[in-house]
């Protein structure tokens, strides 16, 4: 597998994460409105939950079944969250992301997601797209509409302790 390159967009630079990157990681996802509105990132996150994901990653693009990216800012090279295919079995690809707090509201988790399905379905090998989001989380729907991903269903999951309603999408790319 070749290195993991990075992308660009108009305003991001998608980046492999490194461990430097942590302190802001645990930081920006340390936020309780992340964890509210995601299903894998607890609250509290620590720094060395962190560093542990991030140590994570090359194996995971080595391996082909996953790609993980830091999303950045081209002006300032600021990080400011994540887009990611935390699995990627089969040509199928599960897309998630994350944008810290401050930065929500700029359209960035859509730019940045565009970005990385484009790359995964000409690089990767993605013939289908999956992605989900907490029924509440509706600036997550926005991004999965814009991107044209189709509705499946609505399931009750056990995440973090509690039961949550989650929607689901799948689409042929």
């Not at 990611?84 to 944008?99: A, H, N, R, T």
């Amino acid at each position: 597998m070749l290195p993991q390159p990075q992308l660009e967009t108009k305003r991001l630079v998608l980046r492999p994460f490194t461990q430097s990157d942590s302190d802001i990681v645990a930081q920006l996802a340390g936020d309780k409105r992340i964890a509210d509105m995601t299903a894998n990132i607890p609250h509290p996150y620590e720094l060395n939950m962190a560093e542990s994901w991030i140590a994570a990653h090359q194996a995971k693009w080595e391996s082909g079944k996953g790609a993980v990216y830091a999303v950045t800012l081209k002006s300032d090279q600021q990080l400011i969250g994540t887009v990611s295919f935390p699995s990627i079995e089969e040509g199928v690809g599960v897309l998630g992301y994350w944008i810290g707090v401050p930065y929500w509201g700029n359209g960035y988790a859509f730019e940045a997601s565009r970005t990385l399905v484009d790359f995964a379905k000409e690089h990767l090998g993605m013939k289908y797209l999956e992605v989900m989001h907490l029924e509440e989380n509706q600036q997550s729907q926005s991004v999965i509409r814009k991107l044209g991903v189709e509705y499946t269903d609505t399931r009750t999951n056990r995440m973090q302790g509690k039961e949550r309603r989650v929607k689901y999408y799948r689409s042929k790319l």
